[in-house]
């Protein structure tokens, strides 16, 4: 039965088989290798480490307080950055969907964040923020708001929160663009609709305009929340997760350990951990919002 | 009664809007401005503690500097043959695909369609560092293809989710049409489809691009040779040493964001439709 199944989709078959291959070699392999690796002993720096080392792995992981610290910061980062970028972006094209001469001028310029490759940007900041001879401390200086300067990366208490104005100004633009093309979307006829019947502003926003960016917002949400959990440019090119662990997400820590420290085997199980905590997570979040 | 008139109304609120608009744009670009500005300074001029704001000794010393000692344009050679392959790979293996899911019904359809989403949820240590494992073992580390499949292993589930939902947007009635007019069922796609689809998969493509453009984790892991980097790896390198050189930093940032904001500039309003419309419909 099986064989007439394939003759009888043998285009559509046809038509995914280079996918799918491709699919397979990059996807499935690598993750029985990720499932099986994550049961040795595999050190990058030790020959012949490749041997079974039971739930060693997962024991060290259970009591590491490194991981929980970046699992923590992660979903920080997540938490804050996501909302935070959703309302601002939502402002921001709620004012460029105005019928004025020239905008179209201004939603390419603010999408300018977003164009700029993640290592760039980081490497930007990294002078804007600097303790000794950054612009920002120079500008507060200036404005005679600070005596000393601000260590916005070197002191831990702020680092998190000078990495998540970072992601911010990145990628608040594409909420703003995507949520403007959604914005312009819902057809003008509702609009009249709504105010034929009476409806205020704050109603119209809130039965028309809201309900049409349902579709596009619930994506761009998804979309931006995997980003940011799965974040690792900009962290690891302005602090490495430094200083100690205070900007560590578990991206940087699975890489610190892989490939800094060479323990691969307990790299590829942060990771595989971490990526199951998350599938769990968006789980529960989709069930809630569909 | 009112007492301005409607038409004086609206011209000070548009005003207004082009005052904020213009105070925004101000905050929002701050940060490139002084990039590009700091590209053009001398090093007295930037480790100040007063910021300079028009440097009186301008200089094209850190894009000489880039451009010869700092392996820029090697760099660059090395992200525009890695980009243009992975988008290449990509948009055919995805169209191919995407038609497909979106034209017919098959048993393991609906699996596949979720594989897909799983994949891309997929942090990159999850399915890079394997892959990296896998190509040491076949000494296939430090070269173009390394980087090339472990890019793709992110950017090809974006792409088929992305064209996979402008295929839907696209009404069958187009293929049956071609079909009625003799084609069969593959001919119809290159005929009829393709050419229609034709601003979708332009984003598509201008997508993976920039993505691979921008790659940073695949190729750090991939590659240690240092002629093979691409431009965001060798980026990395200015904060190595204990000095910075922001000047030549800030040179070598520039020229590296001017590719991808070109893209981005001259495809906008494509790439807005082409990721609405997969959007919308999944």
């Known amino acids: 039965m099986r064989l007439e199944n394939l003759r009888k989709h043998k285009v559509a078959y046809g038509l995914i088989l280079p996918s799918l291959i491709v699919i397979i070699g990059i996807t499935i ?48 980062l997540t938490v804050v950055t996501v909302p935070a970028s959703f309302i601002i972006g939502l402002s921001l094209a709620l004012f460029l969907n105005q019928n004025i001469k020239g905008r179209g001028v201004f939603r390419s310029l603010w999408f300018l964040p977003y164009a700029m ?72 006829t509702l609009y009249e609709a709504a105010r034929m019947d009476g409806a205020n502003t704050f109603h119209v926003f809130r039965w028309v305009t809201l309900p049409g960016l349902r579709g596009i917002a619930v994506t761009v949400l998804i979309v931006q929340t995997i980003w940011r959990f799965n974040h690792f440019d900009v962290v690891w090119v302005l602090t490495k997760g430094g200083p100690g662990f205070a900007s560590q997400l578990i991206n940087t820590y699975s890489y610190l350990e892989a490939f800094v420290y060479y323990k691969m085997a307990y790299g590829v199980t942060i990771s595989l951990v971490s990526t199951a905590i998350m599938f769990v997570l968006t789980a529960v979040y989709i069930k809630k919002v569909i | 009664m009112p007492r301005v008139s409607s038409k004086n109304r609206k011209i000070v609120l548009n005003a207004t809007w082009y005052v904020v608009a213009v105070v925004l744009t101000a905050a929002i670009l701050f940060p490139a401005y002084w990039m590009i500005l700091t590209s053009f300074k001398t090093t007295p001029e930037i480790l100040v503690i007063q910021p300079v704001w028009i440097p009186k000794n301008p200089t094209l010393d850190n894009y000489v500097y880039i451009f010869s000692t700092a392996r820029w344009p090697t760099y660059a050679v090395n992200s525009v043959i890695i980009a243009s392959s992975v988008t290449l790979l990509s948009i055919a293996v995805s169209a191919l695909a995407a038609y497909g899911m979106s034209r017919f019904d098959f048993p393991g359809k609906n699996t596949y369609s979720v594989w897909i989403l799983v994949v891309y949820m997929m942090p ?121 050189e922001w000047g030549q930093m800030m040179a070598y940032s520039t020229l590296t964001a001017l590719p991808a904001l070109v893209v981005f500039a001259f495809l906008q309003k494509f790439l807005v439709r082409g990721l609405t419309q997969g959007a919308v419909k999944g």
């Open chain 2, 124 to 244: 990159a240590s999850f399915l890079a560092f394997p892959l990296y494992v896998i190509f040491s073992w076949i000494g296939l580390t430090d070269t173009y293809l390394a980087v090339i499949l472990a890019e793709m292993s992110s950017i090809l589930p974006f792409i088929m989710f992305i064209l996979r939902g402008y295929f839907d947007s696209i009404p069958k009635d187009l293929d049956e049409a071609g079909m009625i007019d003799g084609c069969n069922r593959v001919s119809a796609l290159f005929r009829v489809v393709f050419p229609v689809a034709l601003p979708g998969i332009a984003a598509a493509a201008a997508f993976a691009f920039i993505a691979s453009w921008q790659e940073y984790l695949y190729v750090l892991i991939m590659i240690s040779a240092d002629l093979k980097r691409t431009l965001p790896l060798g980026a990395a390198i200015f904060l190595g040493g204990k000095f910075v």
């Open chain 1, 29 to 76: 392999v690598p993750m029985l290798f990720t499932i099986v690796s994550s049961f040795t002993k595999f050190n990058l720096a030790e020959r012949g480490s490749f041997v079974f080392g039971g739930i060693d792995n997962y024991k060290t992981l259970a009591g590491d307080e490194d991981f929980f610290v970046s699992l923590l910061n992660t979903c920080i």
């Open chain 1, 117 to 188: 490759t993640p290592v760039i940007t980081a490497l930007l900041w990294n002078q804007l923020l600097d303790g000794s001879y950054g612009v920002f401390n120079a500008i507060l200086h200036d404005l005679g708001l600070i005596k000393n300067n601000i260590q916005f990366l070197a002191n831990p208490h702020l680092t998190l929160w000078s990495i998540m104005i970072v992601i911010m100004w990145m990628f608040t633009p594409f909420f703003t663009i995507t949520l403007l093309a959604g914005l312009q979307a819902i057809p003008p």
